[in-house]
Each structure stands twice: as structure tokens, then as C-alpha cells.
């Protein structure tokens, strides 16, 4: 792959959207524009995120690549291969030894520093976009910070099924100003997207979008006084290594109704295992 | 047990050498040549290049041997190269009104300066399939005939010397560039015309017939459709003057419009159009079609809710490259999510007093 610049894209591409990038992080939550481009994997298979992390790696990182939690699923797996041909940089599934995270749909388990980027792959960046399709009139909303939609769509979940029927891209208010979507993590993640001392980028990139959480940044899930948001996993703990307190996946083991549960965060459990806590 | 999380490294090495395989077929059938594919399925070379928003009938055609003739597989594959091209600059806009004719017919003048040129088309043939064609032979010469060397002025500006259609006045501002900046709204009619030109066919097609069945009703006439090469020009700074770097086939489709006038502009005919890589003739007249119905504000007609009509409708889903990879992301794992959501929902099963099957029987 000599005949590509470091991590595929060109200085002119990444320049720009290191640009968007400063902008994003300097209105935490605010979505910026910026002109995505093609990338030789499809979108929706996290081309926001690549070009997000394409744009922010140096020879010295060492890069971490999970979908689902899990370093060894598909995409993570051909997102790393990608990485290690066209940016040649270390790789790595230890959460506390990887630079910069990319990841789909989960937080890791294992709280991040202030020496890590952690880049999140967006599939719709608008947390308004499925209660107002267009996006000239969500812009708007955004700049009125005109969010009572929002909060009357939570307010019929509450009413219609006791609770606020939404258990992924849970909407958070972010730093008292823009309403967010946080991408798809379950709701069990939230909690972890505030006052996190590493830096948060998100990438979506048919979409178009960049935006931001800077260090140790307000983040607050949506809820009302009387339905607190709540942080929602199965009852259950760790079939592998026995956690009780990480986000866990069921596995279906048989036709009868045999199930059972592990950490999606594969760093996590097996970390466990080798300090033998199971 | 354990579920076979690991080996997707190997799994997904050995799917790509499966596919290869897979792409080959038969290998007592002789190989097709990328020649073949360039100079025989030239229509599938043509859609390739408009959607792939690249001139380049070697590689559009390689993309489609690569592709096993997934055309819009072929067109991502040419997308995702161009990406990767650095921009030496811009050309001169192409002049349609010195094209070397292949085709050139107007539905609006039985006759006109320049004349009527069928061409090589489909419109006239009867649909039968042809079981020479499966044995392989020669196909007998076509009549040749002096080329006409008669000025072809587009329909439009005849139309227009009497004033009877809407002036096009030149603007020789830069267009705003869609593969360099992010599509934003409100669009112009260039960023609109760019962004149809490379739309999916199927898609532009369909926006196109919804508006002859009267979803945003307009009655469009082919006011000229021209299928030609035309010379690229490029200003070369070093030299200071322009110098021609190429010629590319194009098709051009303007369409006209009865309009019978609104608060804002006079009775007149109003243009619809459509320019598009090769010889793409759906294409072109789907896309003057769809141009014309986007223009509703500016010509001060009303909006009656009809997608075609929507700018933004229009423009965000007509990408098939997009489309695609967002339509089948939704194969790749959502364990997690699926995960959350199944919580969910027993929990507002369990508060709605449903016994869970397995529960009770546990």
C-alpha cells in the first residue's frame, strides 16, 4: 500500500477535517459539517470513524479497534487490517494500552485516561432526526436549542409504556447546551460518556457530520425528576470471569431456551480471567 | 461451550478467496476481458462512470469484471478510487452546442437546423430476442454515410431567440462542489444538478415518472436530446491560455415545459436539464425531468407536496453509494443493541403483566 499517504488519506482531506475536528471540540455536542469522502469500505460500515481516526493517528499511536465491544468481530477485525496496511501503527486489544479506540456501539469497560482518544462510528448523528426528518429544520431547532420535542417524545414512552422505550443512542444534553446522540451504545454506556478525562470524537460519515466531547465534559442522559434515567443491563453476571457490573451479551446455547451471558467487552473479561477473579 | 468469536480474521480471508473464485466461475469458459466489457456492455460502462462520477471507460469497465457485474458494486469501486485522485484543477465548461453528433432529436420541431439524427438506439427495434446473437459471428457493417457538417444549435436557444422560453442567462460564478464540500440546504441548481447526475438511475427514473403520473405534475416535452463527444478545455497556467486535454461523450437532455405563468414570471415555457456521463439517455431525460420539478420555488409554483418536488428528499437519498452502504449495514453485528432492546422489552412485558413463557415453565 506504498501508493497511499500514511493512514490512506491525503494531508489536504485530513487537514480538513482536523479543522472540523478543533471546531467540534470547541462546541461540545455541536454537529459540524464536513465534506466525508469515499472510503474503501462501504458507509455504514463506520466510514466516519475511519476517517476521524485516519486523521488524528501518528506513527507512535498504538490503535485499538472494537465493534460490539469485541476485538475480534468482522469489521473491527478488517478496520485494523486497514490500519496496520496504510498506517503501519501498532495495534492492539488491551484497553489500557491502546492510544486511540475506535468503536462501534460500545464504551470498553475499563475507565479511559487523559492520554486516549476514544472514536465512535455514527450512523445518524441527529438525536431529533426520527422526530423531524429534515435536516433544515433540526438545524434550527439546534440553534433555538428548541429541544420540547424531545422531552414531550419521552414523555408519551412514559405514558404509553411506564417508561422512556428507548435502550440505545439513549439522547444526553451536553454541557447544558446541544442535545446529542451519543451513537448507538446501549444505555448501560451513558453514564461513562461524562467527565471522562479521555477525548471523545465522534465520526459519521455518510451523514456528514463531526462532533465532539472534550475532556471531562457535562454529559446528562435525558430523564424527568419522577423517571430518572436509569443505566439498564440483564440481571445476570459474567458466565467467563463472573463480573457482575459489565454490559453483557446472551448467548444462545441450544433450541430449548438455553441461554447464557458474557461481557461484551472481550479486553474486559479476558483481563479478568488472567488476574484470575473467575 | 463458547461461542466462535475468534478466527474472524481467518473467516473473513477466506470469504475474499471464496469470492474470487466465486467472480472466475466456470474456468473452462474462457476469461472475459476487461476489452470485451469496455467495448459490449458500453451501457453498463456508461452507468458505471455517471454514478462512479469518473471518465474512465477502462477502469469503469474493470470495476464491473471486479464487481461480477454489480453495477452499482462497480460504481463504489470507481468512487472510492477517485477519492484517492489528487484535483490538478478545473476544465473549461464544455461547449454542448459544437458536440459531435451520434444522436440528436427534438420531440418539439419535426425539423430543425442541423437536422434529426437517430443514432444508435433501441427505440425503433422490436423487443424479440435475437438467438443469433447466442451463436458468435460478425455483425454485417452499418451504411456510412459524410459526416454532416451542419452547425446542431441546441433547441433551447432557438426557442429562445423568440422569447418564448425562459432565459438562461450565464453565470460564470464557480459551482459549488459536492464531492469536496458537505451537502448542505438550501441547494443550488448547480449542487442539484450535480448531485442527479451521479444519482442512481432506478432512483432519478422513478422521481422522474412519479412527476408525469402527477405527483408535482409538469408536462415536459424532449425539447433535444444529444448524445455526442464534446473537447474538454483546461486553462493551463504556465501557458495562459486553454488548451484541449480530451474529449468526453455526453448526453444532454433539455427538456420544455408549459408553463402558464405565476405571480412572479410570464406565460412561457420553462427548461428542465439533464447532462450525464455517455451515452445514458434514461438517465439524462429522468434527470431534466427531476431538475425541472426542484425548481418549483424559483419559478413561484406551488409546492404540492410531491416528493420530486423536495430538495431534500431528493438529494439525500439518491446516492446509491450511500444508500447501499447504509441500507446493508444493518447485517453487520447489533448484538449489543439488539441486546438492550430485548431488556427493554421484557421489562415493559413484565410491568404489562406478561408471563414469560420460559420463566414460568422454569
Redesign the interface.
Known amino acids: 500500500m506504498t501508493d497511499?499517504n500514511f493512514a490512506?488519506l491525503?494531508e489536504q482531506t485530513k487537514r480538513m477535517i482536523r479543522r472540523a475536528l478543533l471546531k467540534a471540540l470547541a462546541i461540545p455536542g455541536y454537529q459540524v459539517?464536513?465534506?466525508?469522502?469515499?472510503?474503501?469500505m462501504?458507509?455504514?460500515?463506520g466510514?466516519g470513524g475511519v476517517q476521524v481516526t485516519a486523521s488524528v493517528l501518528t506513527p507512535e499511536d498504538r490503535l485499538k479497534v472494537i465493534?460490539?465491544?469485541?476485538d475480534?468481530?468482522?469489521?473491527?477485525?478488517?478496520i485494523r487490517?486497514f490500519f496496520e496496511k496504510t498506517a503501519q501503527v501498532a495495534t492492539t486489544t488491551r484497553t489500557t494500552e491502546a492510544t486511540v479506540i475506535q468503536t462501534?456501539?460500545?464504551i470498553p469497560e475499563t475507565p479511559l485516561g487523559e492520554d486516549q482518544i476514544l472514536v465512535y462510528q455514527v450512523?445518524i448523528p441527529e438525536p431529533l432526526r426520527f422526530l423531524e426528518p429534515?435536516?433544515?429544520e433540526t438545524r434550527r431547532m439546534h440553534a433555538l436549542e428548541e429541544y420540547g420535542l424531545m422531552h414531550v417524545k419521552l414523555y408519551e414512552d412514559i405514558a404509553r409504556?411506564?417508561?422512556i422505550?428507548?435502550?440505545?443512542?439513549y439522547p444526553v444534553k451536553v454541557a447544558g447546551r446541544y442535545v446529542m446522540d451519543p451513537s448507538?451504545?446501549?444505555?448501560?454506556d451513558n453514564p461513562k460518556l461524562s467527565d471522562c478525562p479521555a477525548i471523545q470524537l465522534f465520526g459519521a460519515g455518510?451523514e456528514?457530520?463531526i462532533y465532539a466531547l472534550p475532556p471531562y465534559t457535562d454529559v446528562v442522559s435525558l430523564d424527568f425528576e419522577d423517571h430518572p434515567f436509569e443505566a439498564?443491563?440483564?440481571p445476570h453476571a459474567c458466565a467467563?470471569c463472573g463480573s457482575g457490573d459489565s454490559?453483557?451479551?446472551?448467548?444462545v446455547?441450544d433450541d430449548a431456551?438455553g441461554r447464557?451471558f458474557?461481557c461484551?467487552d472481550?479486553d474486559y473479561c479476558e483481563s479478568r480471567h488472567e488476574r484470575g477473579a473467575a | 461451550?463458547?461461542?466462535a468469536?475468534?478466527?474472524?480474521?481467518r473467516?473473513?480471508d477466506n470469504a475474499h478467496a471464496w469470492l474470487a473464485e466465486e467472480r472466475r466461475g466456470d474456468t473452462d469458459i474462457p476469461e472475459l476481458g476487461v476489452a470485451q466489457i469496455r467495448e459490449q456492455l458500453a451501457l453498463s460502462v456508461n452507468r458505471v462512470m455517471a454514478e462512479g462520477s469518473l471518465y474512465d471507460r477502462d477502469l469503469a469497465a474493470l470495476a464491473i469484471k471486479q464487481s461480477r457485474g454489480d453495477l452499482i458494486e462497480a460504481a463504489?469501486l470507481i468512487?472510492?478510487y477517485?477519492?484517492?485522485l489528487?484535483r490538478f484543477g478545473s476544465s473549461l465548461p464544455v461547449d454542448t452546442g459544437t458536440m459531435a453528433c451520434d444522436r440528436r432529436i427534438s420531440a418539439t420541431f419535426k425539423d430543425l437546423p442541423g437536422g434529426q439524427v437517430l443514432g444508435p438506439t433501441f427505440d425503433y427495434t422490436h423487443r424479440l430476442i435475437d438467438f443469433a446473437l447466442a451463436a458468435e459471428g460478425g455483425v454485417p457493417d452499418a451504411p456510412v454515410a459524410a459526416p454532416d457538417p451542419a452547425p446542431k444549435p441546441r433547441v433551447a436557444d432557438v426557442i429562445g431567440r423568440e422569447g418564448m422560453i425562459e432565459d438562461n442567462p450565464r453565470d460564470d460564478t464557480t459551482p459549488p462542489d459536492l464531492?469536496?464540500?458537505?451537502?448542505?440546504?438550501?441547494a443550488n441548481r448547480a449542487l442539484r444538478l450535480q448531485a442527479l447526475t451521479r444519482s442512481d438511475e432506478g432512483f432519478t427514473l422513478g422521481m422522474a415518472y412519479s412527476t408525469q403520473r402527477g405527483y408535482g405534475r409538469t408536462h415536459p416535452f424532449v425539447g433535444e436530446l444529444r448524445i455526442g463527444r464534446v473537447a474538454v478545455g483546461m486553462e493551463v497556467p504556465e501557458l495562459g491560455f486553454a488548451i484541449e486535454i480530451g474529449e468526453v461523450e455526453l448526453t444532454e437532455c433539455e427538456t420544455v415545459n408549459q408553463f402558464k405563468g405565476s405571480k412572479t414570471e410570464p406565460a412561457q415555457f420553462t427548461r428542465g436539464y439533464g447532462l450525464v456521463f455517455g451515452q445514458s439517455e434514461r438517465k439524462a431525460i429522468s434527470m431534466s425531468l427531476v431538475d425541472r420539478a426542484l425548481r418549483w420555488a424559483e419559478l413561484g409554483e406551488d409546492n404540492v407536496g410531491a416528493p420530486a418536488q423536495d430538495t431534500?428528499f431528493v438529494l439525500?437519498h439518491g446516492d446509491n453509494?450511500?444508500a447501499?452502504?447504509?441500507?446493508?449495514?444493518?447485517k453487520?453485528?447489533?448484538?449489543?443493541?439488539f441486546?438492550?432492546?430485548?431488556?427493554?422489552v421484557r421489562?415493559?412485558r413484565r410491568?404489562a403483566g406478561v408471563v414469560d413463557t420460559?420463566e414460568a415453565?422454569e
Do not use: C
Request: charged share 25%; proline share 8%; aromatic share 10%.
Open positions: 497511499y490512506y491525503d459539517p464536513f465534506a466525508s469522502r469515499e472510503m474503501p462501504p458507509y455504514g460500515w466510514t465493534d460490539q465491544g469485541a475480534d468481530t468482522t469489521n473491527a477485525v478488517s487490517k462501534r456501539h460500545r450512523p429534515r435536516e433544515t409504556h411506564g417508561a422505550a428507548t435502550a440505545y443512542a448507538p451504545i446501549p444505555k448501560f455518510r456528514q457530520r439498564s443491563k440483564a467467563l454490559y453483557l451479551d446472551e448467548i446455547t431456551g447464557m458474557l461484551s472481550t | 461451550m463458547y461461542v468469536t475468534k478466527g474472524g480474521e473467516a473473513i463504489f468512487r472510492a477517485r477519492t484517492t489528487p464531492t469536496r464540500a458537505p451537502l448542505e440546504f438550501p431534500e439525500s453509494i450511500q447501499t452502504g447504509f441500507l446493508e449495514h444493518i453487520l453485528p447489533h448484538y449489543v443493541d441486546q438492550s432492546e430485548l431488556e427493554l421489562k415493559l410491568e420460559r415453565a
